[in-house]
């Protein structure tokens, strides 16, 4: 059974920093795209971050250059490390393999962002 979970949430003021952290257990992830999203209450799971299996990066707009995700295949963890942090990155926060995702399966509880303004 393919589990992930998401850690290093937490509240923090506008311009503030924190890394996120997914956990992957059941399946590798060394050979899998893994992404990172996200969702506010009220909208849907938006898609904040990707990484291949080979490390190239690609960011939605907003997060382009405030956010970088980067991974540990021997470790099997993928990570967000998020800077400049604004009341708009407020929101939930899960990693999932891209795989699974298009499925709809395998998402974890997520780690809820606050960012205060």
């Known amino acids: 059974q393919v589990q992930l979970v998401e850690s290093g949430g937490g509240l923090v003021q506008a311009g503030g920093s924190l890394t996120l952290s997914c956990a992957v257990s059941?399946?590798?992830?060394?050979?899998?795209?893994m992404e990172w999203y996200r969702q506010a209450p009220g909208k849907q799971r938006e898609l904040v971050a990707t990484?291949?299996?080979?490390?190239?990066?690609n960011y939605t707009d907003s997060v382009k250059g405030r956010f970088t995700i980067s991974r540990d295949n021997a470790k099997n963890m993928v990570y967000l490390q998020m800077n400049s942090l604004k009341p708009e990155d407020t929101a939930a926060y899960f990693c999932?393999?891209?795989?699974?995702?298009?499925?709809?399966?395998?998402w974890g509880q997520g780690t809820q962002v606050t960012v205060s303004s």
């Open positions: 990484i291949t299996s080979v490390g190239g990066p």
């Open positions: 999932n393999f891209l795989v699974y995702a298009r499925a709809g399966r395998y």
């Open positions: 059941g399946a590798m992830i060394r050979t899998n795209t």
